[in-house]
């Protein structure tokens, strides 16, 4: 494991991906973005990652060691303490099976390899924002001050 596990006003990340050229792609571009990465090498770890740390946005590959990528994504949304973490599946198997699968396990993107990092960053952010702006619209309403509104000199 490695990448920053603290937090970051961008958000935190969790990469799992076997490859560890593509584990250090990604992971560098996003914490040049200003996100707080943490990558492990397998599904499996993934998901105990995710149970600890509860990160922003979950990028996993679809195939791993141990756990792949839609079984992960099966447990991550299944559980009652990560079912609202968004996950992107990236995968170098881009056929419609695939993706149907991903997507029928939960994931809220599924992207096929190669992947620009770029496109990828986009990808989180927008995660990350949509999150936010669901975490907002859920808070309660403010509860009435109990006196009349101020009234502004003319």
């Known amino acids: 494991m490695s990448g920053a596990a603290g937090s970051?006003?961008?958000?935190?990340v969790l990469i799992a991906d076997d490859t560890f050229d593509t584990r250090e792609l990604y992971g560098l571009y996003l914490t040049l973005c200003g996100f707080a990465v943490q990558t492990?090498?397998?599904?499996?770890?993934?998901?105990e990652i995710a149970l600890e740390s509860?990160?922003?946005?979950?990028?996993?590959?679809?195939?791993?060691?141990?756990?792949?990528?839609?079984t992960a994504t099966k447990r991550i949304k299944e559980h009652p303490r990560t079912c609202h973490i968004p996950v992107i599946v990236v995968t170098g198997f881009p056929h419609q099976a695939?993706?149907?699968?991903?997507l029928e396990a939960?994931?809220?993107?599924?992207?096929?390899?190669?992947?620009?990092?770029?496109?990828?960053g986009q990808q989180v952010q927008r995660l990350?924002?949509?999150?936010?702006?669901?975490?907002?619209?859920?808070?309660?309403?403010?509860?009435?001050?109990?006196?009349?509104?101020?009234?502004?000199?003319?």
């Not at 970051?8 to 935190?12: E, F, I, L, Y």
């Not at 695939?98 to 991903?102: P, T």
């Not at 939960?106 to 990828?120: H, R, S, T, W, Y």
């Open 40 to 47: 492990v090498t397998d599904g499996e770890a993934a998901v």
């Open 54 to 70: 509860r990160p922003d946005v979950i990028v996993l590959d679809f195939s791993m060691p141990r756990v792949d990528g839609i």
């Open 8 to 12: 970051c006003s961008a958000g935190r």
């Open 98 to 102: 695939a993706q149907r699968g991903a």
């Open 106 to 120: 939960g994931a809220d993107v599924f992207l096929g390899k190669p992947c620009l990092p770029e496109e990828l």
């Open 128 to 154: 990350i924002d949509r999150s936010r702006e669901e975490a907002i619209r859920a808070l309660p309403p403010s509860p009435p001050t109990g006196r009349a509104p101020e009234r502004l000199p003319p």
